[in-house]
């Protein structure tokens, strides 16, 4: 499968961003995605997860409230609505796909095989 990101930008603190990750080559019917995060000199976090079947989702604690994760099926494309943006917030978004996650490592990054190129999104204060 393919991943395409995008979305990214300058916001102001307290803005809103809408990040896509449309994907190609799959129908993602049983796979689990996730958006994660890198900012400059720190490890990739991650943000959100999402089963795509079944739609359950899962935050880190730091965007849990502000952000949300969804996907279109028909679209084939996944979203990550991020509102209430804060500077922390700052990194290259990434998103990540595959079919045979755990679900209690959803937030491990190793547990993606299929990686979109990243977005940049910068919050300014």
């Known amino acids: 499968v393919q991943l395409q990101a995008s979305g990214g930008g300058l916001v102001q603190a307290g803005g809103s961003l809408r990040l896509s990750c449309a994907a190609s080559?799959?129908?993602?019917?049983?796979?689990?995605m996730g958006w994660f995060r890198q900012a400059p000199g720190k490890e990739r976090e991650f943000v959100a997860g999402i089963t795509w079947s079944a739609g359950i989702t899962y935050y880190v604690d730091s965007v849990k409230g502000r952000f949300t994760i969804s996907r279109d099926d028909a679209k084939n494309t996944m979203y990550l609505q991020m509102n209430s943006l804060k500077p922390e917030d700052t990194a290259v978004y990434y998103c990540a796909a595959d079919r045979t996650v755990i679900l209690s490592e959803i937030g491990n990054d190793r547990s993606y095989d299929w990686w979109g190129q990243g977005t940049q999104v910068t919050v300014s204060s």
């Open positions: 080559g799959r129908t993602l019917s049983r796979y689990v």
